[in-house]
Protein backbone atom coordinates (compact mmCIF):
# COMPACT_ATOMS: atom_id res chain seq x y z
CA UNK A 1 0.00 0.00 0.00
CA UNK A 2 1.63 3.39 -1.19
CA UNK A 3 2.05 5.82 1.87
CA UNK A 4 3.28 9.52 1.91
CA UNK A 5 6.32 10.29 3.54
CA UNK A 6 4.36 12.16 5.81
CA UNK A 7 2.33 9.25 6.54
CA UNK A 8 5.07 6.86 7.44
CA UNK A 9 6.27 9.58 10.03
CA UNK A 10 2.93 9.97 11.34
CA UNK A 11 2.17 5.87 11.82
CA UNK A 12 5.79 5.83 13.14
CA UNK A 13 4.96 8.05 15.31
CA UNK A 14 1.81 7.47 16.98
CA UNK A 15 3.11 3.82 17.00
CA UNK A 16 5.82 4.78 19.30
CA UNK A 17 3.22 6.68 21.36
CA UNK A 18 0.83 3.80 21.57
CA UNK A 19 4.32 1.40 22.51
CA UNK A 20 4.64 3.67 25.54
CA UNK A 21 1.33 4.33 26.34
CA UNK A 22 0.44 0.77 26.45
CA UNK A 23 4.04 -0.13 28.31
CA UNK A 24 3.01 2.90 31.27
CA UNK A 25 -0.80 1.01 30.94
CA UNK A 26 0.83 -1.98 31.77
CA UNK A 27 3.40 -0.95 34.44
CA UNK A 28 0.80 0.63 36.26
CA UNK A 29 -2.10 -2.00 35.60
CA UNK A 30 0.45 -4.44 36.88
CA UNK A 31 2.01 -2.50 39.30
CA UNK A 32 -1.32 -2.20 40.97
CA UNK A 33 -3.14 -5.21 40.31
CA UNK A 34 0.15 -7.14 41.84
CA UNK A 35 0.26 -4.87 44.79
CA UNK A 36 -3.74 -5.88 45.12
CA UNK A 37 -2.63 -9.63 44.78
CA UNK A 38 0.20 -9.34 47.50
CA UNK A 39 -1.81 -7.30 49.41
CA UNK A 40 -4.18 -10.10 49.83
CA UNK A 41 -1.86 -12.96 49.73
CA UNK A 42 -0.36 -10.56 53.10
CA UNK A 43 -3.82 -10.65 54.16
CA UNK A 44 -4.64 -14.32 54.23
CA UNK A 45 -0.78 -14.78 55.44
CA UNK A 46 -2.09 -12.73 58.32
CA UNK A 47 -5.62 -14.62 58.69
CA UNK A 48 -3.58 -17.58 59.29
CA UNK A 49 -0.81 -16.63 61.23
CA UNK A 50 -3.85 -15.16 63.45
CA UNK A 51 -5.63 -17.94 63.00
CA UNK A 52 -2.14 -19.99 63.98
CA UNK A 53 -2.36 -18.43 67.34
CA UNK A 54 -5.54 -18.84 68.19
CA UNK A 55 -5.40 -22.52 67.98
CA UNK A 56 -2.52 -22.49 70.34
CA UNK A 57 -4.13 -20.48 72.51
CA UNK A 58 -6.96 -22.82 72.02
CA UNK A 59 -4.37 -25.52 73.16
CA UNK A 60 -2.98 -23.58 75.64
CA UNK A 61 -6.40 -22.75 77.44
CA UNK A 62 -6.93 -26.73 76.85
CA UNK A 63 -3.58 -26.94 78.85
CA UNK A 64 -4.05 -24.72 81.56
CA UNK A 65 -7.34 -26.62 82.61
CA UNK A 66 -5.31 -29.30 82.93
CA UNK A 67 -2.50 -27.68 84.81
CA UNK A 68 -5.66 -26.54 87.30
CA UNK A 69 -6.79 -30.30 88.19
CA UNK A 70 -3.02 -31.27 88.63
CA UNK A 71 -1.77 -28.43 90.51
CA UNK A 72 -4.94 -28.14 92.79
CA UNK A 73 -3.94 -31.49 94.41
CA UNK A 74 0.03 -30.58 95.01
CA UNK A 75 0.34 -26.65 94.05
CA UNK A 76 -2.42 -24.63 95.19
CA UNK A 77 -0.71 -21.64 95.49
CA UNK A 78 -0.46 -21.81 91.49
CA UNK A 79 -4.25 -20.85 91.86
CA UNK A 80 -4.37 -17.11 90.79
CA UNK A 81 -1.46 -17.73 87.73
CA UNK A 82 -3.36 -20.42 86.29
CA UNK A 83 -6.18 -17.99 86.48
CA UNK A 84 -4.25 -15.62 84.81
CA UNK A 85 -3.26 -17.72 82.35
CA UNK A 86 -6.41 -18.97 81.27
CA UNK A 87 -8.12 -15.18 81.37
CA UNK A 88 -4.76 -13.83 79.47
CA UNK A 89 -5.23 -17.00 76.98
CA UNK A 90 -8.30 -16.54 76.37
CA UNK A 91 -8.09 -12.96 76.06
CA UNK A 92 -5.74 -13.45 72.88
CA UNK A 93 -7.76 -16.25 71.83
CA UNK A 94 -10.69 -13.91 71.22
CA UNK A 95 -8.23 -11.13 70.01
CA UNK A 96 -6.41 -13.08 67.37
CA UNK A 97 -10.36 -13.98 66.34
CA UNK A 98 -11.32 -10.64 66.29
CA UNK A 99 -8.35 -9.51 64.12
CA UNK A 100 -9.58 -11.90 61.85
CA UNK A 101 -12.68 -10.61 61.27
CA UNK A 102 -11.48 -7.00 60.48
CA UNK A 103 -9.86 -8.33 57.48
CA UNK A 104 -10.53 -8.10 54.03
CA UNK A 105 -11.06 -11.66 53.83
CA UNK A 106 -13.72 -13.83 51.53
CA UNK A 107 -17.54 -13.77 52.72
CA UNK A 108 -17.42 -17.67 53.01
CA UNK A 109 -14.55 -17.12 55.56
CA UNK A 110 -16.26 -14.81 57.27
CA UNK A 111 -19.13 -17.07 58.00
CA UNK A 112 -16.51 -19.67 59.33
CA UNK A 113 -15.00 -17.12 61.62
CA UNK A 114 -18.73 -15.78 62.89
CA UNK A 115 -19.88 -19.43 64.08
CA UNK A 116 -17.09 -19.30 66.03
CA UNK A 117 -17.73 -16.60 68.47
CA UNK A 118 -20.24 -18.47 70.24
CA UNK A 119 -18.64 -22.16 70.95
CA UNK A 120 -15.38 -19.73 71.53
CA UNK A 121 -17.61 -17.90 74.15
CA UNK A 122 -18.99 -20.59 75.68
CA UNK A 123 -15.55 -22.56 75.70
CA UNK A 124 -13.23 -19.81 77.50
CA UNK A 125 -16.48 -19.27 79.98
CA UNK A 126 -16.37 -23.11 81.20
CA UNK A 127 -12.58 -23.28 81.06
CA UNK A 128 -12.16 -20.16 83.72
CA UNK A 129 -14.95 -21.77 85.23
CA UNK A 130 -13.43 -25.07 85.21
CA UNK A 131 -10.17 -24.12 86.95
CA UNK A 132 -11.97 -22.21 89.33
CA UNK A 133 -13.36 -25.01 90.75
CA UNK A 134 -10.87 -27.50 90.17
CA UNK A 135 -8.90 -25.25 92.48
CA UNK A 136 -11.82 -25.02 95.23
CA UNK A 137 -12.38 -28.89 95.40
CA UNK A 138 -15.73 -29.40 93.69
CA UNK A 139 -16.63 -33.21 93.32
CA UNK A 140 -18.38 -32.52 90.37
CA UNK A 141 -15.42 -30.70 88.41
CA UNK A 142 -13.97 -34.07 86.79
CA UNK A 143 -17.56 -34.98 85.90
CA UNK A 144 -17.52 -30.87 83.95
CA UNK A 145 -13.69 -31.50 82.37
CA UNK A 146 -15.40 -34.75 80.50
CA UNK A 147 -17.95 -31.67 79.19
CA UNK A 148 -15.42 -29.29 78.63
CA UNK A 149 -12.76 -31.94 76.49
CA UNK A 150 -16.62 -32.44 74.36
CA UNK A 151 -16.54 -28.06 74.00
CA UNK A 152 -12.54 -28.22 73.40
CA UNK A 153 -13.44 -31.00 70.28
CA UNK A 154 -16.47 -29.15 68.78
CA UNK A 155 -14.55 -25.90 68.89
CA UNK A 156 -11.39 -27.82 67.69
CA UNK A 157 -13.26 -29.36 64.87
CA UNK A 158 -14.54 -25.59 63.96
CA UNK A 159 -10.95 -23.74 63.97
CA UNK A 160 -9.60 -26.46 61.75
CA UNK A 161 -12.46 -26.04 59.27
CA UNK A 162 -11.54 -22.31 59.56
CA UNK A 163 -7.95 -23.02 59.38
CA UNK A 164 -8.54 -24.74 56.40
CA UNK A 165 -10.75 -22.23 54.59
CA UNK A 166 -7.69 -19.47 54.90
CA UNK A 167 -4.83 -21.78 54.36
CA UNK A 168 -6.55 -22.36 50.94
CA UNK A 169 -7.13 -18.62 50.93
CA UNK A 170 -3.56 -18.13 51.29
CA UNK A 171 -2.62 -20.69 48.31
CA UNK A 172 -5.29 -19.16 46.09
CA UNK A 173 -3.95 -15.53 46.60
CA UNK A 174 -0.33 -17.00 46.55
CA UNK A 175 -0.71 -18.95 43.10
CA UNK A 176 -3.17 -16.04 42.16
CA UNK A 177 -0.26 -13.63 42.77
CA UNK A 178 2.13 -16.10 41.30
CA UNK A 179 0.19 -16.19 38.31
CA UNK A 180 -0.18 -12.78 37.77
CA UNK A 181 3.58 -12.44 38.13
CA UNK A 182 4.31 -14.97 35.69
CA UNK A 183 1.63 -13.08 33.09
CA UNK A 184 3.04 -9.42 34.04
CA UNK A 185 6.56 -11.11 33.36
CA UNK A 186 5.03 -11.98 29.81
CA UNK A 187 3.06 -8.66 29.03
CA UNK A 188 6.69 -6.77 29.96
CA UNK A 189 8.16 -8.84 27.38
CA UNK A 190 6.43 -8.63 24.82
CA UNK A 191 5.78 -4.99 25.49
CA UNK A 192 9.74 -4.85 25.21
CA UNK A 193 9.48 -6.97 22.12
CA UNK A 194 7.09 -4.73 20.59
CA UNK A 195 8.74 -1.39 21.47
CA UNK A 196 12.12 -2.69 19.88
CA UNK A 197 10.09 -4.05 16.37
CA UNK A 198 8.09 -0.04 16.70
CA UNK A 199 11.83 1.50 17.99
CA UNK A 200 13.43 -0.51 14.81
CA UNK A 201 10.77 0.70 12.16
CA UNK A 202 11.44 3.68 13.72
CA UNK A 203 14.88 4.10 12.74
CA UNK A 204 14.39 2.37 9.59
CA UNK A 205 11.60 4.59 8.69
CA UNK A 206 14.39 7.40 9.72
CA UNK A 207 16.98 6.12 8.27
CA UNK A 208 16.02 4.58 4.60
CA UNK A 209 13.34 6.52 3.86
CA UNK A 210 14.26 10.33 5.56
CA UNK A 211 18.07 10.71 6.26
CA UNK A 212 19.52 8.39 3.20
CA UNK A 213 17.32 9.80 0.52
CA UNK A 214 17.57 13.24 2.00
CA UNK A 215 21.59 12.75 2.22
CA UNK A 216 21.28 11.38 -1.83
CA UNK A 217 19.59 15.04 -2.83
CA UNK A 218 22.19 16.89 -0.47
CA UNK A 219 24.77 15.47 -2.77
CA UNK A 220 22.83 15.89 -5.88
CA UNK A 221 22.44 19.55 -5.12
CA UNK A 222 25.86 19.78 -3.97
CA UNK A 223 27.04 18.15 -7.73
CA UNK A 224 24.61 20.36 -9.79
CA UNK A 225 26.26 23.42 -7.99
CA UNK A 226 29.21 22.54 -9.48
CA UNK A 227 28.20 21.71 -12.82
CA UNK A 228 27.87 17.75 -12.28
CA UNK A 229 24.55 16.63 -13.84
CA UNK A 230 24.80 13.19 -13.41
CA UNK A 231 23.93 11.67 -10.32
CA UNK A 232 21.73 8.64 -8.61
CA UNK A 233 18.51 10.21 -7.43
CA UNK A 234 15.35 8.17 -5.68
CA UNK A 235 13.02 9.37 -8.26
CA UNK A 236 10.85 5.91 -8.23
CA UNK A 237 9.58 6.41 -5.03
CA UNK A 238 6.47 7.59 -4.71
CA UNK A 239 6.51 9.90 -1.44
CA UNK A 240 7.62 13.72 -1.14
CA UNK A 241 11.08 12.09 -1.09
CA UNK A 242 10.57 11.20 -4.73
CA UNK A 243 8.86 14.30 -5.95
CA UNK A 244 11.98 16.20 -4.45
CA UNK A 245 14.20 14.27 -6.49
CA UNK A 246 12.15 14.19 -9.85
CA UNK A 247 12.46 17.79 -9.40
CA UNK A 248 15.88 18.16 -8.78
CA UNK A 249 16.69 15.71 -11.77
CA UNK A 250 13.99 17.95 -13.97
CA UNK A 251 16.26 20.82 -12.90
CA UNK A 252 19.05 19.28 -13.53
CA UNK A 253 18.23 17.92 -17.22
CA UNK A 254 16.63 21.86 -17.48
CA UNK A 255 20.25 22.92 -15.92
CA UNK A 256 21.92 20.55 -18.75
CA UNK A 257 19.98 21.45 -21.52
CA UNK A 258 20.25 25.05 -20.40
CA UNK A 259 23.97 24.83 -20.62
CA UNK A 260 24.12 22.79 -23.71
CA UNK A 261 22.19 25.71 -25.56
CA UNK A 262 24.85 28.31 -24.05
CA UNK A 263 27.65 26.42 -25.16
CA UNK A 264 25.96 26.57 -29.03
CA UNK A 265 24.91 29.98 -28.81
CA UNK A 266 28.26 30.74 -28.12
CA UNK A 267 30.28 28.71 -30.49
CA UNK A 268 27.24 29.68 -33.17
CA UNK A 269 28.41 33.29 -31.80
CA UNK A 270 32.18 32.83 -32.14
CA UNK A 271 31.09 31.01 -35.78
CA UNK A 272 29.49 34.06 -36.81
CA UNK A 273 32.24 36.21 -35.28
CA UNK A 274 34.79 34.10 -37.39
CA UNK A 275 32.58 34.60 -40.55
CA UNK A 276 32.38 38.04 -40.68
CA UNK A 277 35.87 38.67 -40.65
CA UNK A 278 36.59 36.48 -43.54
CA UNK A 279 38.57 38.91 -46.47
CA UNK A 280 37.20 35.87 -49.37
CA UNK A 281 35.14 33.03 -49.83
CA UNK A 282 37.91 30.79 -50.03
CA UNK A 283 38.75 31.46 -46.60
CA UNK A 284 35.18 31.46 -45.92
CA UNK A 285 34.54 28.04 -47.10
CA UNK A 286 37.78 26.83 -45.06
CA UNK A 287 36.14 28.20 -41.64
CA UNK A 288 32.63 26.69 -42.34
CA UNK A 289 34.35 23.51 -43.12
CA UNK A 290 36.46 23.51 -40.13
CA UNK A 291 34.08 24.81 -37.86
CA UNK A 292 31.29 22.16 -38.88
CA UNK A 293 33.47 19.16 -38.55
CA UNK A 294 34.01 19.98 -34.71
CA UNK A 295 30.30 21.41 -34.09
CA UNK A 296 28.83 18.16 -36.01
CA UNK A 297 31.58 15.18 -35.51
CA UNK A 298 29.23 12.54 -36.72
CA UNK A 299 28.45 14.51 -39.88
CA UNK A 300 30.31 14.92 -43.29
CA UNK A 301 29.31 17.81 -44.84
CA UNK A 302 29.68 19.43 -48.48
CA UNK A 303 28.80 22.90 -49.32
CA UNK A 304 27.42 24.01 -52.94
CA UNK A 305 27.66 27.15 -53.73
CA UNK A 306 25.70 28.51 -57.25
CA UNK A 307 27.79 29.38 -60.56
CA UNK A 308 27.44 33.27 -61.60
CA UNK A 309 25.62 31.65 -64.88
CA UNK A 310 22.59 29.95 -61.99
CA UNK A 311 22.42 26.72 -63.74
CA UNK A 312 25.19 24.74 -61.87
CA UNK A 313 26.17 24.46 -58.03
CA UNK A 314 29.62 24.09 -57.63
CA UNK A 315 31.35 22.08 -55.15
CA UNK A 316 33.69 24.44 -52.87
CA UNK A 317 34.44 22.48 -49.48
CA UNK A 318 34.28 19.39 -48.31
CA UNK A 319 34.66 17.30 -44.80
CA UNK A 320 34.85 14.70 -42.36
CA UNK A 321 35.71 12.17 -45.63
CA UNK A 322 33.37 13.31 -47.49
CA UNK A 323 32.92 12.54 -51.31
CA UNK A 324 30.74 14.80 -53.33
CA UNK A 325 30.44 15.62 -57.16
CA UNK A 326 32.08 18.48 -58.48
CA UNK A 327 28.87 20.15 -60.10
CA UNK A 328 25.57 19.11 -59.75
CA UNK A 329 22.43 20.71 -60.89
CA UNK A 330 19.66 22.51 -58.80
CA UNK A 331 17.11 19.97 -60.03
CA UNK A 332 19.34 17.00 -58.43
CA UNK A 333 18.29 17.89 -55.01
CA UNK A 334 14.87 17.91 -53.47
CA UNK A 335 15.88 20.15 -51.50
CA UNK A 336 16.58 23.03 -53.64
CA UNK A 337 13.56 21.88 -55.88
CA UNK A 338 10.91 21.67 -52.58
CA UNK A 339 12.38 25.24 -51.60
CA UNK A 340 13.14 23.57 -47.98
CA UNK A 341 15.08 21.48 -46.08
CA UNK A 342 15.16 17.83 -47.40
CA UNK A 343 15.85 15.16 -45.06
CA UNK A 344 15.72 11.45 -46.50
CA UNK A 345 15.65 8.01 -43.64
CA UNK A 346 12.81 10.04 -41.86
CA UNK A 347 9.83 8.99 -44.01
CA UNK A 348 7.55 6.10 -44.85
CA UNK A 349 8.06 7.66 -48.79
CA UNK A 350 11.24 8.71 -49.98
CA UNK A 351 13.45 9.55 -53.07
CA UNK A 352 16.71 9.64 -53.26
CA UNK A 353 18.92 13.08 -54.29
CA UNK A 354 20.67 12.45 -57.45
CA UNK A 355 24.02 14.42 -56.37
CA UNK A 356 24.06 11.89 -53.12
CA UNK A 357 27.58 9.32 -54.55
CA UNK A 358 27.36 6.83 -52.20
CA UNK A 359 23.41 5.97 -52.12
CA UNK A 360 20.97 5.76 -49.64
CA UNK A 361 21.57 7.18 -46.15
CA UNK A 362 20.52 9.19 -43.27
CA UNK A 363 20.94 12.68 -44.95
CA UNK A 364 19.35 16.27 -45.49
CA UNK A 365 19.70 18.54 -48.08
CA UNK A 366 19.60 22.27 -46.27
CA UNK A 367 19.28 25.48 -48.94
CA UNK A 368 21.08 28.20 -48.01
CA UNK A 369 19.31 31.28 -48.02
CA UNK A 370 20.42 35.01 -47.87
CA UNK A 371 18.20 37.87 -48.64
CA UNK A 372 15.42 35.75 -49.86
CA UNK A 373 17.54 34.13 -52.44
CA UNK A 374 19.16 30.88 -52.75
CA UNK A 375 22.94 30.98 -52.97
CA UNK A 376 24.16 27.55 -52.21
CA UNK A 377 23.44 23.99 -50.27
CA UNK A 378 24.54 22.26 -47.51
CA UNK A 379 24.48 18.72 -47.53
CA UNK A 380 24.62 16.23 -44.38
CA UNK A 381 25.35 12.85 -43.85
CA UNK A 382 25.02 11.17 -40.90
CA UNK A 383 27.95 8.46 -40.09
CA UNK A 384 27.06 7.50 -36.27
CA UNK A 385 29.95 6.04 -34.35
CA UNK A 386 28.51 3.05 -33.09
CA UNK A 387 25.46 1.15 -34.50
CA UNK A 388 21.76 1.49 -32.94
CA UNK A 389 18.86 3.84 -33.65
CA UNK A 390 20.89 7.03 -34.42
CA UNK A 391 17.56 9.01 -35.45
CA UNK A 392 17.68 11.11 -31.97
CA UNK A 393 21.53 11.71 -32.62
CA UNK A 394 20.96 12.49 -36.55
CA UNK A 395 18.06 14.67 -35.20
CA UNK A 396 19.99 17.17 -32.79
CA UNK A 397 23.01 17.11 -35.70
CA UNK A 398 20.16 18.23 -38.27
CA UNK A 399 19.04 20.92 -35.47
CA UNK A 400 22.70 22.14 -35.19
CA UNK A 401 23.26 22.27 -38.59
CA UNK A 402 20.34 24.56 -38.84
CA UNK A 403 21.18 26.83 -36.59
CA UNK A 404 24.48 27.09 -38.44
CA UNK A 405 23.31 27.40 -41.92
CA UNK A 406 21.38 30.84 -40.64
CA UNK A 407 25.11 32.12 -40.05
CA UNK A 408 26.77 30.71 -43.20
CA UNK A 409 24.16 32.51 -45.26
CA UNK A 410 24.39 35.69 -44.15
CA UNK A 411 28.02 35.25 -44.09
CA UNK A 412 28.53 34.02 -47.52
CA UNK A 413 26.19 36.75 -48.72
CA UNK A 414 28.30 39.39 -47.08
CA UNK A 415 31.03 38.21 -48.61
CA UNK A 416 29.49 37.82 -51.98
CA UNK A 417 28.16 41.34 -51.28
CA UNK A 418 31.37 42.28 -50.09
CA UNK A 419 33.24 41.59 -52.91
CA UNK A 420 30.82 42.72 -55.71
CA UNK A 421 30.86 46.17 -53.75
CA UNK A 422 34.79 45.85 -54.57
CA UNK A 423 34.25 44.96 -57.94
CA UNK A 424 32.47 47.91 -58.70
CA UNK A 425 34.82 49.86 -57.16
CA UNK A 426 37.54 48.41 -58.92
CA UNK A 427 35.64 47.88 -62.02
CA UNK A 428 34.28 49.98 -64.90
CA UNK A 429 31.06 48.97 -65.55
CA UNK A 430 31.15 49.58 -69.41
CA UNK A 431 34.00 47.26 -70.09
CA UNK A 432 34.51 45.23 -67.17
CA UNK A 433 37.89 46.28 -66.99
CA UNK A 434 39.79 47.83 -64.05
CA UNK A 435 39.20 51.30 -63.48
CA UNK A 436 41.46 53.90 -62.34
CA UNK A 437 41.69 53.75 -58.72
CA UNK A 438 42.41 50.19 -58.64
CA UNK A 439 45.56 50.24 -61.41
CA UNK A 440 46.86 53.34 -58.83
CA UNK A 441 46.58 51.20 -55.46
CA UNK A 442 48.16 47.94 -57.63
CA UNK A 443 50.95 49.69 -59.28
CA UNK A 444 51.82 50.55 -56.21
CA UNK A 445 52.16 47.61 -54.76
CA UNK A 446 53.47 45.61 -57.77
CA UNK A 447 56.66 48.35 -58.22
CA UNK A 448 57.78 47.50 -54.75
CA UNK A 449 57.58 44.26 -55.53
CA UNK A 450 59.68 44.78 -58.93
CA UNK A 451 62.38 46.47 -56.50
CA UNK A 452 62.74 43.94 -54.24
CA UNK A 453 62.84 41.47 -56.77
CA UNK A 454 64.46 43.26 -58.85
CA UNK A 455 62.65 42.74 -62.14
CA UNK A 456 61.12 45.07 -64.57
CA UNK A 457 57.42 46.28 -64.98
CA UNK A 458 56.24 47.82 -68.48
CA UNK A 459 53.07 49.86 -69.26
CA UNK A 460 50.98 50.55 -72.17
CA UNK A 461 49.09 53.69 -72.47
CA UNK A 462 46.80 52.96 -75.06
CA UNK A 463 43.92 55.02 -77.11
CA UNK A 464 41.22 54.89 -79.70
CA UNK A 465 42.09 56.44 -82.88
CA UNK A 466 39.37 59.25 -83.87
CA UNK A 467 37.28 58.16 -81.05
CA UNK A 468 35.48 61.77 -81.05
CA UNK A 469 35.09 62.32 -84.69
CA UNK A 470 33.59 58.12 -84.08
CA UNK A 471 30.99 59.40 -81.37
CA UNK A 472 30.07 62.58 -83.61
CA UNK A 473 29.31 60.06 -86.61
CA UNK A 474 27.69 57.06 -85.16
CA UNK A 475 26.44 58.01 -81.74
CA UNK A 476 27.62 57.32 -78.18
CA UNK A 477 26.06 54.00 -77.96
CA UNK A 478 28.33 52.75 -81.31
CA UNK A 479 31.30 54.33 -79.31
CA UNK A 480 29.95 52.55 -76.37
CA UNK A 481 30.08 49.40 -78.32
CA UNK A 482 33.79 50.28 -79.97
CA UNK A 483 34.61 50.68 -76.36
CA UNK A 484 33.50 46.84 -74.57
CA UNK A 485 35.16 45.82 -78.27
CA UNK A 486 38.16 46.77 -76.98
CA UNK A 487 37.87 45.74 -73.44
CA UNK A 488 37.48 42.27 -74.50
CA UNK A 489 40.30 42.20 -76.83
CA UNK A 490 42.64 43.71 -74.08
CA UNK A 491 41.26 40.84 -71.71
CA UNK A 492 41.55 38.39 -74.44
CA UNK A 493 45.25 39.24 -75.03
CA UNK A 494 46.71 39.76 -71.78
CA UNK A 495 47.60 37.11 -69.62
CA UNK A 496 45.98 36.86 -65.58
CA UNK A 497 49.01 38.47 -63.93
CA UNK A 498 48.24 41.49 -66.39
CA UNK A 499 46.48 44.40 -65.02
CA UNK A 500 43.97 45.73 -68.18
CA UNK A 501 42.30 49.08 -66.75
CA UNK A 502 40.41 51.79 -68.64
CA UNK A 503 41.53 54.78 -67.66
CA UNK A 504 39.43 57.22 -68.31
CA UNK A 505 36.97 58.09 -72.17
CA UNK A 506 38.94 56.20 -74.57
CA UNK A 507 42.13 55.69 -72.82
CA UNK A 508 43.30 52.36 -71.59
CA UNK A 509 46.27 51.63 -69.69
CA UNK A 510 47.98 47.80 -69.19
CA UNK A 511 50.29 47.19 -66.25
CA UNK A 512 52.76 44.17 -67.20
CA UNK A 513 54.59 43.09 -63.90
CA UNK A 514 57.97 41.19 -65.39
CA UNK A 515 57.38 42.22 -68.77
CA UNK A 516 60.84 43.95 -69.82
CA UNK A 517 59.89 46.37 -72.26
CA UNK A 518 60.53 44.55 -75.64
CA UNK A 519 58.19 41.83 -74.03
CA UNK A 520 55.93 44.36 -73.93
CA UNK A 521 56.05 46.16 -77.30
CA UNK A 522 55.63 42.85 -78.84
CA UNK A 523 52.14 42.29 -76.79
CA UNK A 524 51.07 45.99 -77.45
CA UNK A 525 51.29 45.38 -81.33
CA UNK A 526 49.72 42.08 -80.81
CA UNK A 527 47.17 43.84 -79.28
CA UNK A 528 47.16 46.76 -81.96
CA UNK A 529 46.55 44.26 -84.67
CA UNK A 530 43.56 42.02 -82.98
CA UNK A 531 42.18 45.55 -82.50
CA UNK A 532 42.51 46.23 -86.13
CA UNK A 533 41.13 43.22 -86.98
CA UNK A 534 37.83 43.95 -85.33
CA UNK A 535 34.65 43.24 -87.00
CA UNK A 536 32.02 45.44 -84.84
CA UNK A 537 27.97 44.81 -85.33
CA UNK A 538 25.88 47.73 -84.56
CA UNK A 539 22.33 47.55 -85.45
CA UNK A 540 22.18 46.36 -89.36
CA UNK A 541 25.44 47.11 -90.34
CA UNK A 542 29.26 46.64 -89.42
CA UNK A 543 30.99 50.01 -87.81
CA UNK A 544 34.06 50.97 -89.56
CA UNK A 545 37.03 49.98 -88.87
CA UNK A 546 38.46 50.49 -85.60
CA UNK A 547 42.22 50.93 -84.56
CA UNK A 548 44.50 52.42 -81.49
CA UNK A 549 48.01 54.02 -81.07
CA UNK A 550 49.63 52.37 -77.84
CA UNK A 551 52.69 54.08 -76.15
CA UNK A 552 55.17 51.67 -74.13
CA UNK A 553 57.59 51.95 -71.54
CA UNK A 554 59.26 50.30 -68.50
CA UNK A 555 60.48 50.40 -64.79
CA UNK A 556 62.95 51.18 -63.64
CA UNK A 557 64.59 52.70 -67.01
CA UNK A 558 61.53 55.14 -67.56
CA UNK A 559 60.73 56.11 -63.97
CA UNK A 560 61.12 54.89 -60.51
CA UNK A 561 56.60 55.15 -59.86
CA UNK A 562 53.74 54.21 -62.15
CA UNK A 563 52.71 57.63 -62.76
CA UNK A 564 56.40 58.61 -63.61
CA UNK A 565 56.41 54.97 -66.34
CA UNK A 566 53.00 56.02 -67.05
CA UNK A 567 54.14 59.73 -67.98
CA UNK A 568 56.66 58.16 -70.59
CA UNK A 569 54.30 55.60 -71.81
CA UNK A 570 51.95 58.95 -72.53
CA UNK A 571 55.16 60.51 -74.31
CA UNK A 572 55.17 57.54 -76.83
CA UNK A 573 51.56 57.23 -77.25
CA UNK A 574 51.94 60.88 -78.61
CA UNK A 575 54.81 60.08 -80.63
CA UNK A 576 52.40 57.56 -81.94
CA UNK A 577 49.67 59.84 -82.98
CA UNK A 578 52.10 62.50 -84.74
CA UNK A 579 53.53 59.58 -86.73
CA UNK A 580 50.15 58.29 -87.96
CA UNK A 581 48.25 56.44 -85.38
CA UNK A 582 47.33 52.91 -85.82
CA UNK A 583 51.17 51.86 -84.21
CA UNK A 584 53.15 51.01 -81.36
CA UNK A 585 55.87 53.20 -79.94
CA UNK A 586 58.62 53.26 -77.56
CA UNK A 587 60.06 56.11 -75.57
CA UNK A 588 62.53 57.89 -77.25
CA UNK A 589 66.03 57.41 -77.59
CA UNK A 590 64.91 53.14 -77.44
CA UNK A 591 65.28 51.48 -80.77
CA UNK A 592 65.85 47.89 -80.00
CA UNK A 593 65.09 45.17 -76.82
CA UNK A 594 66.14 46.18 -73.80
CA UNK A 595 69.56 44.08 -73.01
CA UNK A 596 70.92 42.69 -69.78
CA UNK A 597 73.70 45.45 -69.97
CA UNK A 598 70.74 48.33 -70.41
CA UNK A 599 69.36 47.01 -67.53
CA UNK A 600 72.31 47.09 -65.24
CA UNK A 601 73.22 50.39 -66.47
CA UNK A 602 70.25 51.59 -64.30
CA UNK A 603 70.99 49.68 -61.29
CA UNK A 604 72.45 52.79 -59.17
CA UNK A 605 69.02 54.58 -59.53
CA UNK A 606 66.90 51.42 -59.88
CA UNK A 607 68.55 50.74 -56.27
CA UNK A 608 67.77 54.20 -54.81
CA UNK A 609 64.32 53.94 -56.24
CA UNK A 610 63.59 50.77 -54.19
CA UNK A 611 64.65 52.23 -51.29
Known amino acids: MFMTLRAKLIVATLGSVATIAILVFAINYGSGTLA ?3 RQTQLAAIALRNHTNADMMHD ?36 YIADNDTLDLTPDIKETLKRLHQPLDAYISSAEGLVSRAFEGEPDS ?31 QAESASTFATQAQWLSEAG ?9 LLIWVTQFNVLSPLSSLTDALRRLANGEHQAAL ?4 RDEIGQMARTIESFGKNALERERLS ?28 FLSHFLPECTGTIYIYANSRDILECVKVWNGKQATLNMHPDDCWGLRRGRTYTHGQHEIEFDCFHVVEGPADYCCIPILAHGETVGLLHLEHKPQSSGDNSAAFADQRRLGLAAVEHISLAIANV ?40 PVSMLSIDVDHFKTFNDNHGHDAGDTVLRAVGEALSSTFRGDDICCRFGGEEFVALLPGSPIDVAAERAEELRAKVEGLVIRYGDDNLPRITISVGVASF ?39 SAGAFSDTRPEFEHSAV
Open 36 to 38: GKL
Open 60 to 95: AIRADVFAAFLFSLSARQRRDEIMVDVHRHGVDLKK
Open 142 to 172: KIQLNEFEQDFSNLEVLMRTAGDEIEALANR
Open 192 to 200: LVLSLVIGS
Open 234 to 237: PTLR
Open 263 to 290: RETRVLSELNEWLQSAKSEPELYDMIAK
Open 416 to 455: KLRDQLRDQSIRDVLTGLFNRRYLLETGRREFQRAARNRQ
Open 556 to 594: PSAGTGPMEVLKVADSALYRAKELGRNRVEMPSGYTSVA
